[in-house]
C-alpha cells in the first residue's frame, strides 16, 4: 500500500460496534470500508453498509479471504473469530482483534462523547449571543431613532413647513429622555 493511497478495511461485525466504526470510517480521511460481515443479515451495520453501498456478506470466511483488504477489524466479540481470521486472510492484511479491537471502540465511544459535547457546547453559545441580541434589542427598542443626529431638525423643518413658526410644548413630548430637541444645530 503506497502511502497516498487510502487503507481498506474489512469490519467483522454488525452491531453497536460495527456500525460505529463503519460511521467513524465512512467518514475519515483515508480510510476505506471495503466490506463488513456478520452472522445476522439484519443487523444495523450490515442496513448501513448496504446503505452505503459497501458489500456486505453474513460470511466472514469469504469476505477475509477476498484480497485487497489491509486491515481487518474484528469487533464481533466471538473468540473463534481470531482464529478463523488467521486461517483466511492474505499475508498483505493486518488483523486488530481481542483487547487492541476493544481500545479502539472505547477511542471511539470517548470521541463521540467528546464530539456530543461540543456541538451541546457550539449550540449553548450560539443561543447565548441569540439571548443577548434579543436582551439588547428589548432594552433598547428606540436605538434606530435614538442615534439620528438630525431628528430633532427634521420634526423641526417638517413643524415649519407646516406653516407653524414654534412648536407647542405637546408636540414633541414623546422625545426621548436626555434629548433637549437641539442635536447640536442652534
Request: net charge negative.
Amino acid at each position: 500500500m503506497a502511502s497516498g493511497e487510502p487503507i481498506n478495511v474489512v469490519i467483522l461485525g454488525g452491531g453497536k460496534g460495527g456500525t460505529a466504526l463503519i460511521e467513524l470510517f465512512t467518514s475519515s480521511a483515508g480510510v476505506k470500508v471495503v466490506g463488513v460481515a456478520y452472522i445476522n443479515p439484519e443487523a444495523p451495520g450490515l442496513q448501513l453498509a448496504r446503505f452505503l453501498n459497501i458489500p456486505t456478506s453474513t460470511d466472514a470466511a469469504s469476505l477475509i479471504s477476498r484480497n485487497g483488504a489491509d486491515l481487518i477489524v474484528d469487533v464481533t466479540g466471538d473468540p473463534g473469530m481470531a482464529s478463523l481470521i488467521a486461517e483466511h486472510k492474505t499475508s498483505e492484511a493486518e488483523s486488530l482483534s481481542g483487547i487492541a479491537a476493544r481500545l479502539v471502540w472505547s477511542l471511539i465511544q470517548e470521541e463521540q462523547k467528546l464530539r456530543e459535547q461540543l456541538v451541546h457546547a457550539e449550540k449553548l453559545a450560539t443561543l447565548g449571543t441569540l439571548a443577548a441580541s434579543v436582551a439588547h434589542e428589548v432594552n433598547n427598542p428606540l436605538t434606530g431613532f435614538s442615534d439620528s443626529p438630525s431628528l430633532s431638525s427634521r420634526r423641526r423643518r417638517l413643524w415649519s413647513s407646516l406653516g407653524h413658526s414654534q412648536k407647542p410644548d405637546h408636540v414633541f413630548a414623546c422625545e426621548l429622555p436626555g434629548r433637549t430637541g437641539q442635536d447640536g444645530d442652534s
